[in-house]
Each structure stands twice: as C-alpha cells, then as structure tokens.
C-alpha cells in the first residue's frame, strides 16, 4: 500500500516537474516573442517619425517652390493713382475735311453727388498748382491735337507764328521731361511699338484712328516709338508736334527713342534731302530765322531723347541695334551694355558730339541708332566670328550684328526679342536671325517700296506678339496728290496753301532713265548764306528761356560719319526688288553720286561750333560730368 503511495507520489513530481518546465519554456518563449514585437513596434515607430519628417519637409519645399513660382509669374504690385477727374466722350457735330466724324473727350470733375467726406478726398487729390500747370499743357497740346485730327482746317495755323510759339513752348516743356528720363526706359505690357514715321502724318493718322482713336490717354497700354520722325516726308513739324503734345500729356505712357534722323548732321542735311529734310521744312515754313530756331530748339530736345527701352525685361527696343561692348576696366559694377547705354550722357549730340562726350560712350549711341542686321552674306565673309559684329555695308563707320552678337546679347541680359527700326520693309515688319530680331517700319512712303508698301507695328500683348499692318488698299484720308479727285472743288489758292504745308505733294515725274532722277537727290545746290545761320537771332525772336547754358560740339570724329553712309544697307529693301514690286511711282535711290563737298565745308566753318542749352533742372541730375564715366 504505501509502495503504491510512493509510487504515486514520484509520477505526480515528475508530472509537476515536467509542467513547471513546460510553463517556464512557453514563458520564455512568449517573453521572447514580446520582446520581438517590443523591437519591431520601436522600429516601425522610429520608421513613421522619419517617414513624418521626411513628409514635413518635402511638403515645405514644395510649398516654397509653388510660392517661388507664384511670385515670378505674379504681376508686380502697382499704386494706382486716383484723379479728381474724369472724361467725358462725345462724338463731334462737324466732320473732318476727310468726312470723318471725331471722337472728342474732355476732362470732367468727379464727385458732385459725392458725399462731404469723400468730395473732400477727392479735392485734396490735387493742388491748385498741379490744376493749373495741367490746365496749361492741356491748352497747349489740346491745340496740336485739334490740328491733328484735321490739319486741313487748319493751314492757317500751320502757316503762323502761333504754331511756332506752340512749337517752341512744347520743346521746353518736354526737354524738361526727357531729361530726368534714364538712357534705357523699362515699361510693361501691353505696349504698341512703332518704327520709322518720317514726316508721314497720313501713315501716323491711321495709326491713331484705328488703335487710339479715344486718344492714348483712354487706350491701355503703352506706346513706344523707335525713333527717325523726320526727314523724308512733308509733314515733319506736325509729327514731332504731335509726338511731344503725347508725350507733355502722358509721359508715363509715351516713350520716344532716338533715331539716327535725330542728330544734326542728318535731319540739318538739306544738300541731300531737299524739301525732305527737316531743317528745309523749319526754314520753308517760317523763314529763315525764326525756321533756324525751331529747328535748333527740337534738336535741343533730340539730345536728349532715350536709346533704348525693355519690355517686360524680355523685349529690347532701339532704333539701329545692339551696341557693342566697351572694354572695361575691374571695376564689377560694369557687368553689361544696359548699364553702358544708362551711362550715356543724358545731352548726346552723337552726330556730331559735344565735348563732353567721352569716346566709348559715343561708340555706344552710335551703335544703337546706326546698326543693322548682318545679311546672310555679311555673316560668312566680314562679321567677326569671335564677337557678331562687322562692318555694315551703309559704310561710315556704321556697324552690322550677326546671329552670334544677338545670341550673346540675349544670353547676357536673358532678353527673347529685340525690335527695331532703321530699315524699309514693304511688309511693314520683317524678321529675321532665327526669329529673335523684329524690323518695324511704320511708313509706306518715301522709301521706294512701291506702291503696295505697308505701314506697319507690333503690340505686345502680355505673352502675345501681334503685327498690325496698314493695308495698301486703304484710303488716303489727309494727304493728297496734286492730280486727286478729293482736291477738285478746292481752289487754286487753297492747293498752294495745303502745297505749302505738305498737305499736298505734286505729282511724282516719271523718268526713263536713272540719271534724271538723280536730279530729285542730288542737285539741291541753292545754298542760303551761311551768315543767315550765324545772325538767327534779332529782338523779334521767340525767346525760349533767358537763364541758358552753352555746350559746344566737338571737332573731333563722330563714331559714324553721315556723310559717308548710305540711307540704306545695298540690297535692302530701300532699292525693292524690280521684280516683285511695284516700281512705277518711284526708282532706286543712288548716294554715291551725292556732292559731299559742301557739307564738309559747312563742318570746317563751325556751323554747329555752339548749341544753347537751357538749364533744365538740377545739374546733379545729369550725367554730363559724371565721375563713375571710367567705367
């Protein structure tokens, strides 16, 4: 019994035994799997902190680059200022001379049902000062514009003293303007940009009828003009006279660059361009010298129009084209030709210059009102393959770019498009260089394109480019020929009146053979006594301001020399092609048989030797005798 007992009793421990075993094994291996979840677990959680801060910061650099994208495709901010003004709009009860009826607006004072509080604002908007100099250019240029919109009804203003007093007041008042403006202006789209003009009031009145036609002040956008308004047409002082009166009343929307037809070597050359020239006009219209003073007074103000202008820091606008570059010295604030045209003096004679013109800086001018693209010709055989540039074929020390001077030009100053002038183009814009280079030309006439030539300007629409064009099919509304229809129930008196400011041209001769018509170019030998220049000045004078300043013109070489250039490249489209176009109404102009003789006496004697410059505000303004010009 107690056998069994014992026996029992060391199954039952080894039972017990075997189970404690069993239960601490299964405990191991639990705390074992625990202590594998516990690893995972903190892996898995150091795993989702990194993963979180991971996320954080790619959320942050994507927030910042949307940011950063937002703010280089937003518009600037801009402060719009408030007027006390507004205009009223009415269609005039008299029609033009043309048979158009006008579009008239006039200022209008704001807020007479306004509120106390808010007529209070608006008054203090402006001073009684600022009202009364505005009233005072308005009066001014309100009588360029109504001449404007009809010169035919007003040739006896053209004819007078009275538009000779305008004219002179307008000078003064825009040189002032001009000359705080910088060499290079920067503006934003939407701008209308508009090439050569020359004298040609019919081309620049379709312009204004069909794009402006409410008047720039009430047209968006800006309107920039790439220079040359005189010379070769009829009409130069009724262009200019216009141009300024936009530029008295907008500046802020108005810019006018200077063209090579802006210097006194060229538009003061009657020799060459006769009736057409600028200074024949001045002298034609009003005598010799109150004529002299006119012309003297615009180009005072010539002097000191921009070279250039950008775009939406993407297009660059000039009249010629790219300058080259000035060799620089280490000072590092000389990085590009932007910054060497801004220091351009802000009175540039260029052609020719005034002492004060230091040599590479002139280069520079001359550069951006002479220079042309390089044919492809000019590309394999004279353009500079290390630099783009050659010489251009216009002669005279003019210059030519290639496509790698404008593929320079635009990776240095990550421009897309450059726009000029200077060259005839009976398409009215070409272009050329793979695209980047634009020729604008804004006149049909006076440049033998034929008589299917068009006038033509691009606007730039934000990201959009748009070329308006001038159809040949429409109708002259302002400038007649002799032989018109329009002129048939007009007296003999009144023709000669219109013939006398341009508003008629003669009928153009035909010739059989190219030596006759060098007699419309090249015989204007009538000199006028060159002592009627020196003494155009007596007690009947217009006197433009009494507290005046002298500059005198340099003896030395201008960069380019007119006299030996040609209006054109050879092989232009200032000599279109026979076969092509129209060649009845005119034939290809020949310089080289130009008698040059003379202007260069006229150089000798100093017939420019002195230009009287009125004091035009703060001399510490002007960069005539800047010290940083060693740059």
């Not at 701008?191 to 009828?209: C, K, M, P, R, T």
């Not at 141009?243 to 063209?259: D, N, Q, S």
Request: proline share 3%.
């Amino acid at each position: 019994m107690s056998s069994k007992t014992s026996s029992s009793r060391t199954e039952a421990d080894k039972r017990r035994l075997l189970s404690e075993s069993s239960t601490r094994s299964l405990l191991r291996e639990r705390d074992a799997q625990i202590t594998a979840l516990q690893n995972e677990v903190a892996l898995l959680t150091n795993r989702l902190a990194t993963l979180n801060r991971e996320y954080t910061v790619a959320r942050n650099v994507k927030t910042n680059n949307l940011m950063n994208n937002s703010e280089a495709h937003s518009t600037p901010k801009r402060k719009h200022k408030l007027t006390p003004y507004g205009n009223l709009v009415r269609e005039s009860l008299s029609k033009t001379s043309s048979g158009r009826a006008n579009l008239t607006h006039e200022r209008a004072k704001m807020g007479r049902n306004a509120s106390i509080s808010t007529a209070r604002e608006l008054s203090a908007l402006s001073t009684e000062h600022e009202d009364a100099a505005q009233a005072s250019n308005q009066r001014l240029a309100n009588r360029i514009l109504e001449m404007f919109k009809d010169p035919a009804s007003h040739v006896g203003y053209l004819k007078s003293k009275d538009f000779a007093t305008d004219i002179l007041k307008l000078n003064n008042k825009v040189r002032q303007i001009f000359e705080v403006e910088p060499r290079v202006c920067f503006l934003q789209s939407p701008a209308y940009v508009f090439g050569d003009i020359h004298g040609n009031l019919e081309d620049l009145h379709f312009f204004s009828d069909n794009i402006w036609r409410l008047g720039m002040q009430l047209t968006a956008g800006n309107f920039v003009f790439l220079g040359d308004y005189v010379d070769r047409g009829m009409n130069c002082l009724e262009v200019v006279a216009y141009l300024f009166a936009m530029k008295l009343l907008i500046p802020e929307k108005v810019f006018l660059l200077r063209g090579n037809h802006e210097t006194r070597d060229v538009n003061g050359w009657e020799e060459h361009y006769g009736e057409r020239s600028f200074i024949y006009q001045c002298r034609h219209r009003f005598g010799d010298d109150l004529g002299f003073q006119i012309w003297e007074s615009t180009n005072q103000v010539f002097d000191r129009l921009p070279l250039a202008a950008v775009i939406d820091q993407d297009i660059f606008c000039v009249h010629g084209g790219i300058p080259r570059s000035i060799k620089k010295s280490n000072n590092a604030n000389c990085v590009n030709r932007i910054q060497d045209i801004l220091k351009v003096p802000k009175i540039a004679g260029i052609n020719p210059p005034y002492e004060h013109e230091y040599d590479k800086y002139q280069q520079v001018a001359s550069d951006c009102i002479w220079s042309d693209p390089a044919s492809e010709l000019q590309e394999q055989t004279t353009v500079n393959p290390n630099n783009g540039f050659g010489e251009s074929l216009r002669g005279g020390g003019a210059i030519c770019f290639g496509q790698k001077a404008v593929q320079d030009f635009l990776a240095e100053h990550n421009f897309s498009y450059i726009m000029r002038a200077h060259e005839a183009h009976a398409d009215g814009v070409a272009v050329s260089k793979g695209g980047k280079v634009f020729t604008i030309f804004s006149t049909s006439k006076d440049h033998n394109q034929g008589n299917e030539a068009m006038a033509g300007c691009i606007l730039v629409d934000f990201e959009k480019m748009q070329v308006i064009n001038r159809s040949p099919a429409y109708k002259n509304q302002y400038i007649h020929r002799r032989d018109s229809t329009s002129l048939n129930k007009l007296s003999e008196s009144e023709i000669q009146q219109r013939l006398h400011v341009g508003l008629v041209t003669e009928c153009p001769p035909t010739y059989d053979d190219h030596d006759a018509e060098e007699e419309i170019w090249g015989d204007y030998d009538d000199e006028v006594d060159e002592q009627d220049f020196h003494d155009a000045r007596d007690d009947n004078m217009i006197q433009i301001d009494s507290d005046s300043k002298d500059f005198s013109l340099s003896d030395r070489k201008s960069s380019v020399d007119p006299i030996q250039t040609m209006a054109s490249p050879p092989g232009s489209e200032h000599g279109h092609d026979e076969t092509s176009r129209d060649t009845s109404a005119s034939q290809l102009i020949d310089f080289s048989n130009v008698e040059t003789g003379n202007r260069k006496m006229k150089r000798e004697i100093k017939r420019f030797s002195i230009i009287t410059e009125e004091s035009g505000g703060d001399d510490d303004d002007s960069t005539i005798n800047d010290e940083d010009m060693d740059c």
